[in-house]
T-cell receptor, first 112, second 114 residues
Framework: GENVEQHPSTLSVQEGDSAVIKCTYS??????FPWYKQELGKRPQLIID???NVGEKKDQRIAVTLNKTAKHFSLHITETQPEDSAVYFC???????????WGAGTKLIIKP | NAGVTQTPKFHILKTGQSMTLQCAQD?????MSWYRQDPGMGLRLIYY??????TDKEVPNGYNVSRLNTEDFPLRLVSAAPSQTSVYLC??????????????FGPGTRLTVL
């Protein structure tokens, strides 16, 4: 069936270190892969997205990589800061009408 | 622009009662969707509408939706059950017929069914 697996469920890193979150998807026809950040008590917000015709995309300290052959994509955050603490969700477009299927989320904890 | 708004913010229902969760957007977005968010489960799609007046997905049991115009997308719980206790998030995006565009979320409705 259509699913997106996200790992790890919780990630704790020292401030200043890098964090990597990985997602795998089931539908080889998926063509859109966004990442959302949800801070405590707030609504999810898009932080970066990538389409299937691109292998990597960067925006300052965050980057996303896509491996279509292996059907997985990853979020990379460098030089982590306290404000990066949040739950991060990946998603992939699937189905005949390209619905978004979401991962279960990763709680990122930045240790001072 | 107010963006995506949802009402109410919180609500408690008894089993068997019905209610409507309201969602509205003022960005002239065609694509709107409803999700439920439960701890450790991510966001689960309940229903989406690609444009006003269209129905694009079979609605799960226990829910009813309508999309009479571009701005409003209410979600009705027909006969509430405890399994429907969740945070309900409404989202909209510009993409004309699908979800491959930035999703703008509302603040959510926290619903408890006793």
């Amino acid at each position: 069936g259509e699913n997106v697996e996200q790992h790890p469920s919780t990630l704790s890193v020292q401030e200043g270190d890098s964090a990597v979150i990985k997602c795998t998807y089931s539908d080889s026809a998926s063509n859109y892969f966004p990442w959302y950040k949800q801070e405590l008590g707030k609504r999810p917000q898009l932080i970066i997205d990538i389409r299937s015709n691109v292998g990597e995309k960067k925006d300052q300290r965050i980057a996303v990589t896509l491996n279509k052959t292996a059907k997985h994509f990853s979020l990379h955050i460098t030089e982590t800061q306290p404000e990066d603490s949040a739950v991060y969700f990946c998603a992939a477009s699937m189905g005949s009408n390209y619905q978004l299927i979401w991962g279960a989320g990763t709680k990122l904890i930045i240790k001072p | 622009n107010a963006g995506v708004t949802q009402t109410p913010k919180f609500h408690i229902l008894k089993t068997g009662q019905s209610m409507t969760l309201q969602c509205a957007q003022d960005m002239n977005h065609g694509y709107m969707s409803w999700y439920r968010q439960d701890p450790g489960m991510g966001l689960r799609l309940i229903y989406y509408s690609a444009a006003a007046g269209t129905t694009d997905k079979e609605v799960p049991n226990g829910y009813n939706v309508s999309r009479l115009n571009t701005e409003d997308f209410p979600l009705r719980l027909v006969s509430a059950a405890p399994s429907q206790t969740s945070v309900y998030l409404c989202a909209s995006s510009y993409a004309p017929r699908d979800c491959t565009d930035t999703q703008y979320f509302g603040p959510g409705t926290r619903l408890t069914v006793l």
